[in-house]
């Protein structure tokens, strides 16, 4: 299903295969710990999604790639900026 | 302030992006920005380019990263004006900067403000209604999980990673939370957005908010 839905064409039992179904194994074992936290209907839920077979080392170098500028605090002054 | 706002319901949010296997976050959010303060003006809302931002903006690192401040400070140094996205497309990679002669028509920034939010929220709130969506940087790691629902746990405020743009804020439920639009395509998220708790500076939303002037 996973395959089909976000176009990956691995072939089964390839060497990639067997190392994106390492990461999705890993993916889906995180998605428990991070459900486990809270119930409610509002709060935020984790599942597979097209990156599941991302490593977070992948996931991180290909789309955590910002940083952020120390800015100063708002202080509420008209002039500000 | 109203218990809740979304610039969605204004029609000046253009659709959600997927900034593919790029880490361009950064040019997205600020583009995202800007193309909304204009639409906020006055003008039809016209999607701006990205990969104007992504190849020009020297002081940052194309698909190697970037920080939206670098890109804005590009943008009001130079003068440049962003051309539409039709003419300068999308590639999902770094390439040579084109320019376009003074006379070619575009959006140019006057003006930028970067302000720490964390513990007044409030505030910050009430910047989004003033001057438009807000580009920010946070901590999106749990992300690569999310499908849907209000985070409010799995992420810190001391390691900003990825730049969004918040849209709006929702407070009449029990849990009050941000509208924050990202750069991951419609499939990703509630069809490319996330919600965020708050009022606990979750994930480091308030850390370095900007806002534009043009």
């Given at each position: ?5 976000f ?44 990156f599941?077979?991302?490593s ?15 800015a ?10 | ?14 659709p ?34 990205v ?36 003419e300068?497309?999308?590639?999902a ?11 070619h ?21 009430g ?5 438009g ?27 900003s ?34 919600y965020?708790?708050v ?16």
């Amino acid at each position: 299903w996973f395959r089909e839905r976000f176009g990956r064409n691995y072939e089964v039992n390839s060497p990639q295969f067997d190392r994106r179904l390492f990461f999705f194994q890993e993916s889906a074992t995180r998605h428990a710990y991070l459900n486990s936290f809270s119930a409610a209907s509002q709060s935020a839920k984790y599942g597979i999604n097209q990156f599941s077979d991302l490593s977070q080392r992948e996931f991180q170098d290909l789309y955590l790639r910002a940083s952020a500028d120390r800015a100063p605090a708002f202080s509420g002054q008209k002039a500000e900026g | 302030l109203p218990a809740k706002f979304d610039w969605r319901d204004h029609a000046i949010v253009a659709p959600v992006q997927n900034q593919q296997a790029c880490g361009s976050c950064w040019a997205f959010s600020v583009v995202g920005a800007v193309q909304s303060v204009h639409a906020i003006g006055g003008s039809q809302l016209v999607e701006l380019s990205v990969q104007q931002v992504l190849d020009c903006s020297f002081q940052n690192k194309g698909c190697n990263g970037g920080t939206p401040v670098a890109a804005l400070k590009w943008l009001t140094q130079t003068r440049v004006k962003l051309v539409p996205q039709s003419e300068y497309p999308y590639k999902a990679q770094t390439r040579m900067c084109h320019f376009f002669s003074g006379s070619h028509g575009g959006v140019g920034v006057k003006n930028f403000t970067a302000l720490d939010f964390s513990g007044q929220e409030e505030a910050m709130m009430g910047h989004l209604v003033k001057h438009g969506p807000l580009s920010v940087v946070v901590d999106a790691l749990s992300w690569q999980d999310y499908l849907g629902g209000i985070i409010q746990y799995h992420c810190s405020s001391k390691r900003s990673n990825h730049a969004v743009l918040v849209v709006g804020y929702d407070t009449t439920g029990d849990i009050p939370y941000w509208i924050v639009q990202n750069s991951w395509g419609t499939t990703w998220g509630d069809k490319g957005y996330v919600y965020m708790k708050v009022g606990s500076n979750i994930c480091g939303i308030a850390d370095s908010v900007a806002a534009v002037f043009l």
